[in-house]
């Protein structure tokens, strides 16, 4: 695909989710004063909150910007399913998990929230978060269904 129109569609993704990248942006600055850092990862394509300071740990994607406990996205975790124990998948990067939904934000806009919570939220049921996982293990699928039978 000629590289205009991959940026075009970047671009366009960017603006349809962009009330996903406000929220992100206020929880982001909101960590700020208590040690957060940020920087544009362009491989995420994303704004990256590092060492935010709250949650369990791990990292949360709101649109274009990633919150993350810690201090790096090239960090291993294991995926939804391995948690779940339904496969021996391998540990997957965890930058490659949350760019797959940059992704999904930027394809579905304001619906992904509620899209998301609608399929499961923050679980292994969650056809969202299985594609998230498959991409950061190919590189490939970031969307629910494609590449995987059964979803």
Known sequence: MP???VVLQRLLGAAWTLPNTLIGLLAGAAGLPFGARVAWRGAELALVFRRWPWGPG?????????????HDLDVACSTYEHRAGRCEHPLVRLGDHERAHVYQYMLLGPLFLPVYLLCGGVSVRNPFERAADRYALTGR???PGIGAPGE
């Open 3 to 5: 590289r205009a129109v």
């Open 58 to 70: 791990g990292a949360i994607t709101f649109g274009n910007v990633i919150l993350h406990t810690g």
């Open 141 to 143: 699928g970031w969307w």
